[in-house]
């Protein structure tokens, strides 16, 4: 071995050893090996809750986790977990925060998810039950459509029947006795009972009404569509199934009946001449005498008489 190679082994040794050393010495030192990270207590979830269902200190646990990693609202207890109903679905593993369920000394079941000034209205299955082919969901937001059948009538423009869009973007609280929705996205339409919609209580009336005088059904919406829009009123006499229905004759023109025209006077006669009193001096010699009076008309004027 040449004494070039043997130069370049030792160096390589003693660079090698010096970062070895170095390394260790690093790693002795206090906090470098374990970092210390700041940690809170955060209540997760053991396993997938569903909407709607009462929280129980199995369903639940604590987990430390870094400090700016905890969400805002997390708790921190399980105390404060248990006995509350979840509002919105839970994943295994995910933080729990006051958001996602109903207040403490809340009520439980389907009335623990109305929030203050709404209500839940039920719709009836014979209206509902075939509406979007089983599809529609909890969570799902739909229009109420309200059908009204009556008798067709000469004057009924409708033709006997019309659709109008009563409600639009009405979220769904409940499938039947279902509040999240299945695993497979659909409810069977033979065994629906009812769907039950979040609403105002204005639209809780207009829901009932509806109900009682006409039927109801329901249109899926999208998800992120909450446009208000304003669909025209169908009619049977839209889509014309109204056709074989003898038509309204339209009102005759009314008749203006002129009254005669009244027979000519026959012309006046011609007003009678003024007649003056004229006094004519008579004289006798230088004497005057009695005088005489005689009646003068204009034409006898008009003659010099």
Wanted: glycine content about 6%; proline content about 10%.
């Amino acid at each position: 071995m040449s004494a070039r190679s043997v130069i370049i082994l030792v160096l390589a040794l003693l660079f090698g050893g010096s970062a070895a050393v170095g390394v260790n010495l690093l790693r002795l030192r206090p906090g470098m090996a374990n970092p210390k990270v700041d940690t809170v207590p955060v209540v997760v979830a053991i396993a997938d809750v569903p909407r709607g269902q009462l929280l129980t200190a199995t369903l639940v646990k604590v987990r430390q986790v870094p400090k700016d990693q905890a969400p805002p609202g997390a708790l921190s207890r399980v105390e404060d977990a248990i006995n509350r109903t979840v509002k919105n679905p839970l994943f295994q593993g995910d933080t729990l925060v006051d958001a996602k369920l109903t207040p403490p000394g809340s009520s439980r079941g389907l009335s623990a998810l109305v929030p203050k000034g709404m209500r839940a209205v039920a719709i009836r299955v014979p209206d509902v039950a075939t509406g979007v082919a089983g599809f529609i969901q909890p969570e799902n937001f739909v229009d109420v459509l309200l059908t009204v059948n009556q008798t067709a009538q000469n004057e009924d423009e409708t033709g006997g029947a019309s659709t109008t869009t009563l409600l639009q973007h009405v979220r769904i609280l409940a499938v039947d006795q279902i509040v999240d929705a299945p695993a497979n996205n659909k409810v069977d339409p033979n065994q629906l009972r009812s769907v039950t919609l979040l609403v105002t209580p204005d639209q809780s009336n207009m829901i009932e009404l509806g109900q009682n005088k006409g039927t109801l059904h329901l249109s899926l919406r999208n998800q992120d569509d909450d446009s208000e829009v304003k669909p025209k009123v169908a009619t049977m006499a839209d889509i014309q199934f109204h056709r074989d229905r003898p038509k309204k004759e339209p009102a005759p023109a009314p008749v203006v009946v002129k009254a005669p025209e009244p027979a000519p006077l026959p012309p006046l006669p011609p007003p009678a001449p003024e007649v003056k009193k004229v006094v004519i001096r008579t004289f006798r010699g230088l004497q005057e005498g009695p005088g005489i009076t005689v009646l003068q008309t204009p034409a006898d004027d008009s003659t010099g008489r």
